[in-house]
């Protein structure tokens, strides 16, 4: 468990870093087009295109947020509780994390779908075939969707062995004191 756990956080560590690359190179194109406006060498496009890379780069940085523990949470309850009713509140969190990353991931497939049927195209100068980003934002939720079912799954086995304190490495939530 503890080896799929690492592989989980090895993983989302290189889609950050790729969901990362994939800003920087938007946020270059769109200086260049910026820069180059005055002298008639606009590439027309970056807003469309930033806007791709953002939605992409967002599906695809929340799985590294969920296994760095970025996500916020609200420890109102849960810093008064025992180990266990830590744990408890960090199980229903986690559910509830995974239950609606596997529903988003599942609603965005219809519109996918629809996409491809209709061979649809943004309505913009670049008539970009939709179908691309929007494949890549559906494999981002997914990876969203598989990282938080497989963080979840490993947290009600700990939960059910009593291993409170994996629970909390694993979907609690960072010390930061």
């Keep these: 468990m503890k080896r799929l756990l690492s592989w989980l956080v090895s993983m989302n560590e290189r889609v950050a870093m790729a969901a990362g690359i994939l800003l920087l190179i938007s946020v270059v194109v769109t200086l260049f087009d910026i ?11 970056t ?32 810093a008064r509780c025992s180990s266990r009713g830590q744990a408890l509140f960090d199980a229903i969190a986690i559910l509830s994390l995974a239950w609606v990353a596997i529903v988003i991931a599942y609603r965005v497939w ?11 195209t943004a309505n913009t100068t670049l008539e970009t075939p939709l179908w691309i980003p929007q494949s890549l934002w559906l494999a981002g939720w997914m990876w969203f969707a598989i990282s938080s079912s497989i963080i979840a799954v490993c947290v009600i086995i700990f939960v059910a062995q009593g291993k409170f304190d994996q629970v909390n490495d694993i979907a609690g939530m960072r010390n930061e004191a």
């Design 47 to 78: 807003d469309e295109l930033s806007g791709y890379a953002m939605a992409i780069a967002t599906s695809w940085g929340i799985g590294y947020a969920l296994t760095s523990m970025a996500h916020v949470r609200i420890d109102l309850l849960r």
């Design 110 to 120: 219809p519109v996918l779908a629809k996409t491809i049927k209709f061979n649809s």
């Design 35 to 45: 820069i180059a406006r005055p002298f008639q060498m606009s590439l027309g496009g």
